[in-house]
């Protein structure tokens, strides 16, 4: 098979606690990861010459800076591969939203290009290569929900409830780089020591220093917190909401629709780039 195609889901973190900085400027971490089914396409296909072609209408993004073929290229230096590939990505994920878009694409096309060159990388060495491209690229290489820390490398498969959620997707970019570097961000919680994560710990470190600079994110929390318990992903601007049905979630976003952007998706705990790869075989 020389074509394939394959989802890049979006992620949340259902909880995001900061323990502190490390030297590189990085910080530690304590945070859950569950996957949607909710997702870009990538379709890839061979090229013989070696050469990576990204097929897209993302404008904001230069074709090189894109995480899709700077993981191609990466893949390619890794293996001594003298294969390439046309890469078409079809974009639905708001981009900046704290989603893991980006990162997900990045993983996608590692896990693709891996099974169309015939590689035989395993996931050790693919969620490190993907590690070297951004600090969310590991867990969606493995694909299964986690607990992650370090800063988001250590990560540890966990199996919390799998609710419908509703997302809103507040239009401003938020800049992850700005808001681990604001000087009123927490950077010093405890770490927690129990597993799975006790209940009563779902706060985002990140989410009153993102509120503070983006009234359009704290209104789009207070709007949702008015049906459930409303929270930040990643660094935002995306915030949810866990919902016991598709049908309830979709009733609080007609409700929302004039003024709020969002979406409805099913969380799951085993991401749909692994189950689609896993019928393939
Ligand atoms: C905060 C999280 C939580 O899942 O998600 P997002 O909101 O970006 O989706 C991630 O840790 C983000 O991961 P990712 O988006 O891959 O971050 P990277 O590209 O590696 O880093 C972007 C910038 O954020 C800062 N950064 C990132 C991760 C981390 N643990 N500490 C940091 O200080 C650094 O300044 C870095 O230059
Ligand atoms: N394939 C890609 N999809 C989205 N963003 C990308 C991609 N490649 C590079 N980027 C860059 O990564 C940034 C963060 O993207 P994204 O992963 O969507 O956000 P977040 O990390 O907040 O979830 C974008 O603003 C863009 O500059």
């Known amino acids: 098979m020389t074509r394939l195609t394959l989802p890049a889901p979006a992620k949340l973190n259902l909880m995001l606690h900061i323990l502190g900085r490390r030297p590189d400027g990085y910080h530690e971490l304590q945070t859950l990861f569950q996957f949607l089914d909710y997702a870009d396409e990538l379709e890839f296909a ?37 294969l390439g590939a046309d890469i078409w990505l079809k974009k639905i994920l708001p981009m900046g939203g704290g989603i893991g878009g980006g990162s997900s694409d990045a993983a996608t096309t590692l896990l693709g290009l891996n099974h169309l060159w015939k590689l035989d990388c395993g996931e050790d060495q693919l969620a490190e290569l993907g590690l070297s491209l951004g600090a969310d690229v590991p867990v969606f290489v493995r694909g299964h929900a986690a ?13 919390p409830e799998e609710p419908w959620y509703l997302v809103l997707v507040p239009q401003v970019f938020v800049s992850t780089a700005e808001i681990f570097s604001h000087p009123q961000l927490t950077r010093d919680s405890l770490p927690l020591k129990m597993r799975p994560v006790p209940k009563g710990n779902s706060r985002n470190d990140c989410q009153a220093v993102v509120e503070q600079s983006y009234p359009e994110v ?10 459930t318990e409303a929270r930040l992903t990643g660094t935002g601007s995306c915030v949810f909401g866990a919902f016991p049905s598709k049908a309830e979630a979709d009733k609080v976003l007609a409700l929302l629709a004039d ?11 085993i991401s749909m780039l692994h189950r689609t790869l896993q019928s393939l075989h």
């Open 46 to 82: 061979v090229r013989d010459d070696g050469q990576i072609h990204l097929h897209s209408d993302l404008q904001e993004v230069p074709h090189d800076s894109n995480l899709i073929v700077k993981a191609a290229r990466k893949l390619q230096q890794l293996t001594g591969c003298t």
């Open 147 to 159: 607990f992650a820390e370090g800063v988001g490398e250590k990560l540890t498969p966990v199996d």
């Open 218 to 227: 704290r209104n789009s929390l207070n709007l949702l917190s008015k049906f």
């Open 259 to 269: 003024t709020q952007t969002g979406f409805v998706a099913k969380g799951s705990n």
